[in-house]
């Protein structure tokens, strides 16, 4: 096979629609769209479902279809799959509008085929927009507190692939990978599919400029999870935020997003709360300046902080320096 480095498909790290936006007469983030190597948009804002509580799932994907959002987060290891399926069919608006993810879970690396199967019976569609190894971390099924000896993430990617063909996912990604690993996945004989997304944790707190870089001479786009900061943010009380929220009379929370979409990745901000939700959507018609975006890109140097690390699970996943930041 070809080297992965001339596989890759010959995309500029800066897509035409990011380019468009960096011009300052685009405002409109929540329209905007990032064109993946795999040549599919995905659309910048979309909602987080982590950690929303069973009965208020469906409402929250319902709200938020309402106010305008195109594009939901979920995994099968959030256990709200069937919920979220029933917020899309409540909200009354055409699957084919919508950018739909969900995830692997870590035991799931041997039954690739059966575990989309049982996603898309959950969430009761066709199709996945994007399909995402949750983690690097192959679990073994009948013991989850350990890795498996003879499978890793290099053979998951491999049925992973299959699954393109048979229309179930139109998109495949990782996520949580650091450069280390995805250099492994990318070297991999088996790799004939570069990732269309790696989904990470980005917010001023663990901004990865080196994660993001390495993933954009690679042609994959990031998405940025947690991006306020998940729950209980230290970044609410964040002086320069503050003040930047202050200036522009809006919350500290859509200058977390408006900052993330600037930066050229999408986001995915979690909310069971109506009233936010919408307020997280709320991103038109105002924008950064340079001097704002370079004063939130050193808050990490004062306020570091990383939301999921890897002490959970039975493998390393994150290397330090430069690996993920
Ligand atoms: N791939 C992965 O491994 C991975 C890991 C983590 C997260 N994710 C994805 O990324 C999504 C977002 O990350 P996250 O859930 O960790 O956290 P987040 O979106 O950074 O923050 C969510 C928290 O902020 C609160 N909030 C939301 N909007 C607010 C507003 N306008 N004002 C005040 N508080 C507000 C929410 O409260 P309420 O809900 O009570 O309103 C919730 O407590 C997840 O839901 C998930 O879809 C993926």
Known sequence: MLPVSRAIPKIPSITNTARHFFSKSNTMSTTRTYKLNSGAEIPAVGLGTWQSQPGQVEKAVEAALRAGYTHIDTAYAYGNEKEVGQGIKASGVPREKIW??????????????????TSLKNLDTPYVDLYLMHWPASLDKENPKQVYNDWDFVDTWREMQKLVDTGKVKNIGVSNFGVKNLEKLLNAESTKIVPAVNQIELHPGNPSPNLVKYCASKGIHCTGYSPLGSSDSPLYKNETLAKIAESKGKTIQQVLLQWGVSKGWSVLPKSVTEERIKANFDLDGWSLTDEDIAQIDKIHETSSFKVCGHDWLPVKIFFGAGDSD
């Not at 969900?102 to 059966?114: G, P, S």
Request: charged share 35%.
């Open 100 to 117: 739909l993810t969900t995830k692997l879970d870590n035991d799931w690396h041997k039954h690739v085929a059966e575990a989309i199967d």
